[in-house]
Every structure is written in structure tokens, then in C-alpha cells.
């Protein structure tokens, strides 16, 4: 009886450990770019896009991280995700109705009692050393109603800024959503890599228009068939709303190019 159990336990645990094996095909070396989402996703202990879930991404071997950017008033580029600033921390109010000096002490409100503060984009570039090395999908929060070309030029420029300042521009990927900040940008500094963050047929049809890099969409809402439709156009595809160990294999099963996961480890694990 003895035996047989020490049988069925080695059998379990070789299985238990036996390497997904994975047959990707992609416009990316047939490999997954592997970043964090807002570092290490929504369910980390640390803030998403805090400095601290940002880093800890990045020293756990991600190829990079997603990062949600908006600017302030004063053209400060600030890592944060939400509209209000209330849902996320101890302030309220807009960011692009703010100056970084009304906001830079602002906390997250959750983990309770951490005092994990809000960054900005010259604060994480400046304080990470060779991590700058890494790849980094800016995501353009494009709160502000304002559409005119002032307002488009600032944005804009604020990001070639940082960009120019750590010579990053070949390994940063740009998210747009909006048609007149993708022009914009294409103006002012064609080579950079955009994507359109947008659904499937809308971003393909944008991607078509301006020769983008490629495009965002949501895993649960792009299926095998639309991403080989992308990559047979010559558009590489990002894939977000990656939450679980279910998730990061159905993301790699239907050969996204980078997949921005919540659930980084083992997502690093499974492709190892």
C-alpha cells in the first residue's frame, strides 16, 4: 500500500511540475514581451504604477512594465490610472486640473497605513539606474476635454522630454486612444512605436490609417483569429486584463505579441 502511494505521489508531483510547453507564432521573434501592468498588477501589495510596484516589477525579471501617465497643469507627466484623484488616494480633484506642487504629497489609500506616494515620470526615470534599459508601454490618459493643438503639442512634448532626457525612445511604446494626440505625435516624432488602444476592429482600422506599431485591446474581447488578422497586416498586438494563471496562458495561446499581466510570476514562470 505503501508503495503505491509513493508511486501516485511521484506521479503527481511530475506532472504538477512538467513545463507548459507553448507554440507561439507572432510578429515578435515568436516570443512574449513580458511587462507588468502598472508594475506588479492590481492585486500587488504595492499601488499600482507606485515606485515600488513599478521597481519590483522590474528586478523580478519582467522585460518591462506598463505605466498609466497623465499631466498636471504645470505639464508634470504623473504615473496614476484613475479620473478622480479620490478613488485612489487621500486627495480629490483632477490631475490636469492640478499643479504638481498641490499634488506631489498625495497617498495611496490602500494598503491602509503604508503611505505609498504618487510619482512622477521624472522621479522613476531618474531613481532607477540601468532599469531604464527596460521596455515601457506609457499609457496616455488623456483626461482633459481640452482637444486643442496647444494642449496636444504640451502633451506631446512633455513625454519626447523624458524621453530625449534618459534616451529611452527605443524602448518605450506609446498607448493612444485618441485619433488627434496619434497625429500629433506622428508630427512631431514619427519613428517613435504607437499603439492604438482601442477594440479590435476600430484599433486595426486606426493602426491601417496612421502605419502604427500595433494595438491594445483587452484579452476577453480579442479572440486567436483577430490577433493573426493583426499579424498578417504587419501590426503587432498588445494584450491587457490579464488577471489570472487561466488568463496569462489564454493570452499566450492566442499569440499576443506583449501581454501587460497582473499576475507577473507566473506568468515569468510559465515561460521560462
Known amino acids: ?27 515578435n521573434e515568436n516570443r512574449i514581451t513580458v511587462l507588468g501592468h502598472g508594475g506588479m498588477g492590481i492585486a500587488s501589495t504595492y499601488p499600482m504604477n507606485s515606485f515600488e510596484s513599478i521597481v519590483y516589477s522590474l528586478n523580478l525579471g519582467a522585460d518591462g512594465t506598463e505605466i498609466d501617465i497623465e499631466m498636471t497643469k504645470d505639464s508634470i507627466l504623473v504615473a496614476f490610472h484613475d479620473f478622480e ?4 488616494t487621500n486627495l480629490s480633484g483632477n490631475i490636469f486640473n492640478k499643479n504638481w506642487n498641490e499634488i506631489s504629497h498625495a497617498t495611496y489609500k490602500d494598503p ?29 490618459k488623456n483626461f482633459n476635454p481640452d482637444t486643442s493643438i496647444n494642449y496636444r503639442l504640451t502633451y506631446c512634448n512633455a513625454i519626447l522630454k523624458i524621453i530625449d532626457k534618459y534616451n529611452i525612445q527605443n524602448n518605450v511604446f506609446l498607448e493612444l486612444k485618441r485619433e488627434d494626440m496619434i497625429m500629433t505625435m506622428k508630427m512631431l516624432r514619427p519613428e517613435l512605436k504607437i499603439f492604438v488602444y ?17 494595438i491594445v485591446v483587452s484579452l476577453d474581447k480579442t ?25 496569462n496562458i489564454e493570452a499566450i495561446n ?19
Open 1 to 27: 500500500m505503501r508503495k503505491l502511494f509513493l508511486i501516485f505521489f511521484f506521479i503527481v508531483i511530475t506532472v504538477a511540475c512538467k513545463k507548459e510547453e507553448f507554440n507561439i507564432i507572432n510578429l
Open 85 to 88: 484623484l479620490s478613488d485612489k
Open 112 to 140: 491602509i497605513y503604508t503611505g505609498y506616494k504618487i510619482i512622477n515620470l521624472e522621479m522613476l526615470f531618474s531613481n532607477i539606474g540601468n532599469n531604464r534599459e527596460k521596455i515601457f508601454a506609457l499609457d496616455c
Open 198 to 214: 482601442s477594440d479590435f476592429n476600430n484599433g486595426l482600422r486606426i493602426a491601417k490609417k496612421y502605419q502604427l506599431q500595433g
Open 223 to 247: 479572440t486567436k483569429e483577430q490577433i493573426s488578422e493583426a499579424h498578417e497586416n504587419g501590426f503587432m498586438v498588445t494584450v491587457y486584463n490579464v488577471h489570472s494563471n487561466k488568463k
Open 254 to 272: 492566442k499569440n499576443a505579441d506583449i501581454i501587460e499581466s497582473d499576475n507577473l510570476k507566473h506568468l515569468l514562470k510559465i515561460l521560462k
